[in-house]
């Protein structure tokens, strides 16, 4: 990526993103649960930060863990995202930011009992994503 995004203003993503993309990627906003266009994908394809486009989850990676949001049990790399502590809304919880831009994408939870590799749950709000995906291959 080109572009150093760590370094934008408010007012640049402004004029990047809509008010309910910015309210979510860029102050740490969270979409209704079971509203977002990849909850229930299952489309083969890359996820990628809506803010800078950076690739994020594959969709080998998700799972239908029934909580409103898309989840994925591990990230595409793992110097795509970065982990940090959120202690907002009276509890501790691991937010999961863009490694590239900073961008706000969800949280992330262990030990949920979940059948994946990882019992690993990166719910992530889709408007934080875009899907760029597989090309169907000719026949």
Not at 13 to 40: H, M
């Amino acid at each position: 990526m080109n572009e150093n995004y760590k370094e934008w203003t408010d007012e640049q993503w402004r004029a990047k993103l809509n008010p309910e993309e910015f309210r979510v990627l860029r102050q740490a906003g969270t979409q209704r649960p079971g509203i977002g266009e990849y909850t229930d994908t299952t489309t083969e394809g890359i996820y990628r930060c809506r803010a800078c486009g950076s690739e994020l989850f594959r969709s080998t990676e998700k799972f239908n863990a029934h909580c409103g949001w898309p989840a994925f049990f591990s990230p595409l790399a793992g110097d795509a995202i970065i982990e940090r502590e959120d202690r907002s809304l009276g509890m501790v919880r691991t937010e999961v930011l863009c490694a590239n831009c900073h961008s706000h994408l969800g949280h992330v939870f262990a030990g949920e009992g979940y059948d994946t590799p990882t019992d690993l749950r990166y719910c992530i709000n889709s408007i934080s994503l875009t899907l760029e995906e597989k090309p169907v291959a000719d026949n």
